[in-house]
């Protein structure tokens, strides 16, 4: 009996669920989601056309054209132009040593002396002999002359005579030679022997060296062989001057040392007041062996690579009122300094991306001053 009243009172109340009083607000609450959901719309509407993604700062860089020039950098010394060893012509005890070093010599000037007594005894006894053989040549001359004597008595004083004057000319020799004399003007740089030292043909006992014109030296790598050449526009490097000086090769040498593959180059350095060459002072050499003189070059930092696309840059373009990044593909040349030449995909007045450029996607709306 309970059971039948509560079924019934339930079906009263579903019944007053479905009177017209809901449907009535049940129309009401859609007309006004109708209005808000147009409402929503018009806002966001509104919202896309006002709202614009914040800009990414960047910095720019007008390209110019400019020559490019590429160089071929090696380490070198200063030498002087005449940079000389000298070495006694024959073995000897050093009895005297003239000069100092840094001395100024002349060309033939005497260095040192070697011991030489025993040679001067022979020529003392040898022109000795001379005196006695020339006066026996006088006389027997005197006689051929007024034909008394034999022709070989003659003969015989002539011939001992001039061997007796040969004999001392090739002492006089022998014995200059145990004077060691300077083949050059210069100065004395280096002195390595010493008084009752033993000094021995080619081994140097002095250095002078003339620095009325210096050079520089260097040996450059057999791959560089075809382009380098005498004539060649090089920049030179003084370190301990700070200075650079442009000059152009003087020699090139045609000769690959097997050792360390490498071959020499030299460049006359003009004399100068203000710079004091030291010979093996160091010299950074460079050595043109490009040059394009209407080109664009890009700092190779803002260069970037794509696996599957290859190298590119970003470039600031101006696109309906809008500043945006867009990659810009590219074929470079060769490398020098930090700068690439740019063979093509970039052209004169083109806006260069230079700070910023690293997080930036194809598109990209940016700002710059």
Known sequence: MKKSLFIFGLLIVVMACSSPDKKAKLEKLKKE??????????????????????????????????PFEHYIEVQGRIDGNENIGISPRTAGVVTRVIVKE?????????????????????????????????????????????????????????NNKESIENKIASLKDQISMSSITSPIDGTVEDIPIKVGQLAVAGVPAFRVINFAKAKAVADVGEAYSSKIKTGDQVKIFLPDFNDELQQKVTFASKFINPTN????????????????????????????????????????????????????????????????????????GVTYNGLTEILSGLKDGDKLITAGYKDLYEGQVIDYK
Do not use: C
């Open 261 to 332: 593959r490498t071959f020499v180059v030299e460049v006359e350095l003009p004399p100068s007041a203000n710079l004091v060459y030291r010979a093996n002072m160091i010299a950074v050499i460079r050595i043109k062996d490009y040059s394009n003189s209407s080109t664009i070059a890009v700092s190779q930092n803002f260069i970037q690579s794509s696996k599957d696309e290859g190298l590119y840059v970003f470039l600031a373009k101006d696109e309906n009122g809008k500043k945006v990044a867009r990659k810009t593909f590219i074929k470079t």
């Open 33 to 66: 989601h109708d209005h808000v959901s147009a409402q929503i719309a018009t806002l966001e509407k509104e919202l896309n056309t006002t709202d614009k993604t914040p800009a990414t700062i960047v910095s720019v860089q007008p390209l110019i054209i400019q």
């Open 102 to 158: 840094g001395e100024t010599v002349k060309k033939g000037q005497a260095l040192a002396e070697l011991d030489a007594d025993v040679l001067k005894r022979n020529l003392s006894d040898l022109q000795s002999q001379l005196t006695y053989v020339t006066d026996l040549y006088e006389k027997q001359k005197a006689l051929w002359d007024q034909k008394i004597g034999s022709e070989v008595q003659y003969l015989t004083a002539k």
